[in-house]
């Protein structure tokens, strides 16, 4: 007897009468507690899905910063923590430059660099171009 009930409706003896906020629930009328909004089994399903969805983007992150420090990686040899290098040449290698990176700014210049594991970079706007430092000569900059 679920006809006439509208979400929010006391029913005694059974509760609130709400419809499950689970998109992929089979069954969406429920009674429950007055702030409930799932079926305790779709809460859980729904918790699980969310906790997935938060590991697959930390994995895709890690991956991201993965393939940024292994362009890093290639590039420093030419940078050397002194020669510019154009952006573009690390864009079009994979370098995605909106991948997190820890921002810190250095002690002597006050530069701004990201750091991706044990390397860093500065940007220059100037002149599109990045330095590609190691972590530990940054002190000099
Ligand atoms: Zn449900």
């Given at each position: 007897?679920?006809?006439?009930?509208?979400?929010?409706?006391?029913?005694?003896?059974?509760?609130?009468?709400h419809l499950c906020a689970f998109p992929k629930c089979a069954d969406p009328p429920f009674?429950?507690?007055?702030?409930q909004r799932y079926h305790p089994d779709c809460k859980k399903r729904i918790d699980a899905e969310r906790l997935a969805d938060k590991r697959k983007k930390t994995k895709d992150e890690n991956?991201?910063?993965e393939q940024n420090l292994g362009i890093l990686e290639d590039f420093y040899p030419s940078s050397l923590g002194t020669v510019e290098i154009p952006s573009k040449e690390l864009g079009l290698k994979g370098f995605d430059f909106n991948a997190s990176a820890r921002r810190i700014k250095t002690e002597k210049y006050g530069y701004v660099c990201y750091v991706v594991h044990g390397l860093a970079f500065r940007y220059i706007q100037k002149h599109d171009t990045i330095i590609i430092y190691k972590k530990d000569e940054l002190h000099r900059i």
């Amino acid at each position: 007897m679920t006809e006439n009930l509208k979400p929010g409706d006391y029913v005694p003896g059974k509760g609130y009468y709400h419809l499950c906020a689970f998109p992929k629930c089979a069954d969406p009328p429920f009674f429950g507690r007055k702030n409930q909004r799932y079926h305790p089994d779709c809460k859980k399903r729904i918790d699980a899905e969310r906790l997935a969805d938060k590991r697959k983007k930390t994995k895709d992150e890690n991956k991201i910063m993965e393939q940024n420090l292994g362009i890093l990686e290639d590039f420093y040899p030419s940078s050397l923590g002194t020669v510019e290098i154009p952006s573009k040449e690390l864009g079009l290698k994979g370098f995605d430059f909106n991948a997190s990176a820890r921002r810190i700014k250095t002690e002597k210049y006050g530069y701004v660099c990201y750091v991706v594991h044990g390397l860093a970079f500065r940007y220059i706007q100037k002149h599109d171009t990045i330095i590609i430092y190691k972590k530990d000569e940054l002190h000099r900059i």
